[in-house]
């Protein structure tokens, strides 16, 4: 096998560069021929063959090289089988980088499958490599494949979801009526370990959920511990039914934006009563909002007294303000996770905040008090663990930023694949050796 200066510069395993010539207009032609010794074997019977047919030149895409367009020139011969037992009588040369009929090569494929898989728009690896969208995909497919392994088992599992699109309308056949249609994707993320996004189902409904925790398998199930999720009736329900076992932590994040947004709904009804419309710039109420969704450490001394003041001024039913101080109650119940605080003292804050909602007697405040209710064993389950579904929140963005990127999907299986691809990078560099 040669092994000339120019060969191994050009470095496509199975061919040997016999020279390289510069076209007119800029660029350069590089003519090979076969450098395989294997390639002059019959591919049904594996007989050598020494009888040579014809010669044929064909010219796969290739990787670029430098600034100018390069192009390859295949000089390949047409050998005869003269085994008679073989059906097959005439064979061209391939390689294993150009195998037969293929008009790429393989290391163009890799390439390309690599790039899309790095984060690039499959519409942008097509300019970059000059081939077309169907096999810049294909290559993706065969790259992401490869690498994709089923879900092992975990022991901390995350449950949320993404919007897959956005919303559309649809009108009712019967009543004539408009109705917002949404799709959601309900997302699997391994919180305790590395392997990222789990994978994906259709919908957000708790047979949707049963049904994807069902297929993995019932040694998969049983390895479950914890599981973090939103405070979502559906997904507490399909995880109480198909992993009896697992404890269920309330993520804190989505507690607090609950009262965060029991806040805003008692600024809004308040401005509406007193105004007869939304709040606007002037209005001193309106000018703390932001304020209101912030914790009370976050708020320097100033701004804290000028929001106090603001809302004592303003706001003769001091609701607004018994709504942020609920929600303070409400953090402050939550700031036990971090702390280490003993079962009488966590039980001394949710009284406090229990009573307050109480005493303040408003609509919103009830509501909150009584989700927190409803979903305390799993918010007390925070508490005893700190356990969060933040990284699950980490690859809804990473869900997102992929759609982005190729402009949306239309196709659902290429969707989850490039998403669980996006997602699981962490893995794939934890096995780098």
């Known amino acids: 096998m040669s092994h000339n200066g120019t060969t191994i510069l050009f470095g496509l395993r199975g061919v040997r560069v016999r020279e390289v010539e510069r076209v007119a207009g800029g660029g350069r ?28 030149t064909t010219g796969p895409r290739d990787l670029p090289y430098g600034e100018e367009p390069l192009a390859v020139r295949w000089h390949k011969v047409q050998y005869a089988c003269r085994e008679e037992p073989c059906p097959r009588k005439a064979f061209t040369e391939q390689i294993d980088e150009v195998p037969a009929g293929a008009r790429v090569t393989g290391r163009l494929r890799r390439a390309a499958g ?15 490599f000059g081939i077309s969208w169907p096999v810049v995909h294909q290559a993706f497919v065969a790259h992401a494949d490869a690498l994709l392994a ?26 004539g009526k408009w109705r917002r249609s949404e799709r959601f994707e309900t997302n699997f993320v391994d919180l305790a370990g590395d392997q990222g996004l789990l994978g994906q189902t259709a919908g957000r409904t708790k047979l949707a959920v049963t049904t994807w925790l069902d297929e993995c398998g019932q040694d998969w199930k049983d390895s479950v511990a914890v599981v973090a999720m939103d405070p979502c009736a559906a997904y507490r329900r399909a995880v109480q039914l198909a992993l009896p076992q697992a404890i269920i932590v309330a993520d804190h994040f989505h507690v607090v934006r609950l009262a965060n947004q029991a806040v805003t709904e008692v600024r809004q009804r308040i ?10 710039r ?23 007294t000028a929001m106090w003041n603001g809302l004592i001024d303003n706001d003769p039913t001091d609701q607004v303000l018994a709504a942020w101080i609920a929600k303070e109650e409400l953090r402050t119940l939550l700031a036990t996770a971090k702390t280490g605080a ?26 909150l008090a009584g989700t927190i209710d409803a979903w305390w064993p799993e918010i007390e389950a925070f508490l005893q663990t700190g356990i969060t579904n933040a990284a699950t929140e980490g690859t809804n963005h990473l869900i997102k930023d992929a759609a982005r990127v190729a402009f949306g999907f239309r196709n659902l299986d290429n969707q989850r694949r490039r998403v669980r691809y996006a997602c699981t990078r962490r893995q794939r560099l934890a096995t780098v050796t």
């Not at 019977?45 to 044929?56: I, K, L, M, T, Y």
Request: aromatic share 6%; glycine share 10%.
């Open 282 to 304: 002037t209005d001193p109420v309106w000018a703390n909002r932001r304020r209101l969704l912030r914790g009370r450490e976050s708020l320097s001394g100033k701004t804290f």
């Open 271 to 280: 401005t509406r009563t007193r105004t007869g419309r939304r709040g606007v």
């Open 342 to 367: 003993i079962r009488s003292d966590i039980s001394h804050r949710l009284t406090r905040f229990y009573t307050w909602c109480a005493d303040a007697d408003i609509d919103e405040l009830t509501r």
């Open 114 to 128: 690599k790039a899309v898989g790095g984060g690039q728009a499959v519409s942008g690896a097509v300019a970059d």
């Open 29 to 56: 032609v590089v003519q090979v021929v076969t450098d395989d010794p294997d390639a002059s074997a019959c591919p049904a019977c594996g007989v050598f063959s020494s009888s040579v047919r014809q010669r044929r």
């Open 150 to 175: 089923e879900p092992a088992p975990v022991r901390v599992l995350g449950i949320d979801e993404t919007r897959r699109g956005r919303p559309s309308w649809a009108q009712d056949g019967e009543t």
